[in-house]
């Protein structure tokens, strides 16, 4: 089995030393990736921490035609490897199954504004006349305040099946804040048709470190498994998935 996992968070740069991330380091998709490879299969594998990689497979896991390892950093970087890496290429095998774990930027920034100093009523009558553009390879520390406007990046996860045509095993990753497991499997279940994805992984970030839901099961049921089993139930879905293909 060929398999693609990404795992890590991704940057939004707002200057050229500054940006926004968020806090996951790339271990669940690092651990699936490693037991894919402890399994006999053809792994590639997206992180933003390289580093992660020894740290768990602890030195049995070396590079060779059937290990790869792509670092990157922001959003781009990301993007662009997805899309070098997943469309299928005459002459090449394709991949089986992509396990998206990565934590993708939602939003990327547009414009970094400071407030201009004008009265509120002539800056009400034109919005944009209150902002000064603080564009700068270094944004300056002396601004009493700094505005970024940001837009939304695209979703990664719906474009592996639409513009880059993959028709093999897809496992989701999904994080919310807040729910209870019924509220987040119902959510997740929604997510994970949007996408087109065989499989969905949720989890809440309360439990993040301990449980998280696998879906869906005989009857469209979710799985509450422990964080330790995870990369193994998760291997074990796809395997079977994929021999009832064949």
């Given amino acids: 089995m060929r398999v693609l996992v990404t795992a890590g968070n991704t940057q939004t740069p707002i200057d050229q030393v500054r940006c926004i991330t968020n806090v996951f380091s790339g271990r669940t998709g690092t651990r699936i990736a490693c037991e894919a490879r402890r399994r006999g299969h053809a792994v590639t594998l997206l992180t933003s921490h390289p580093e992660v990689v020894k740290e768990i497979a602890g030195g049995k896991v ?17 993007h662009q490897l997805m899309a070098r890496l997943i469309p299928f290429a005459p002459g090449q095998p394709g991949l089986d199954a992509i396990v998206h774990v990565a934590a993708v930027s939602d939003y990327r920034v547009e414009e970094i504004l400071v407030p201009k100093a004008l009265p509120w009523p002539e800056a009400a009558s034109e919005p944009r006349a209150f902002f000064d553009d603080a564009r700068a390879g270094k944004v300056k520390s ?7 406007r940001m837009t939304p990046t695209p979703k990664l996860v719906d474009r592996i099946r639409g513009d880059w045509g993959f028709t093999g095993i897809l496992v989701k990753f999904k994080l919310e804040v807040g729910l209870t497991p019924e509220a987040l499997q119902e959510t997740a279940e929604t997510s ?32 509450n498994v422990s964080r330790l089993k995870l990369a193994a139930l998760l291997l074990d879905r796809i395997e079977q998935r994929l021999s009832e293909r064949k």
């Fill in 62 to 78: 070396t590079e060779g035609p059937d290990w790869k390892v792509h670092p990157y950093r922001t959003f781009d970087e990301l």
């Fill in 142 to 148: 002396h601004h009493p305040e700094v505005w970024l």
């Fill in 192 to 223: 994970r048709r949007q996408s087109s994805a065989d499989f969905m992984v949720a989890n809440t970030l309360e439990g993040m470190g301990k449980w998280a839901l696998v879906g869906p099961g005989a009857e469209g049921r979710y799985e």
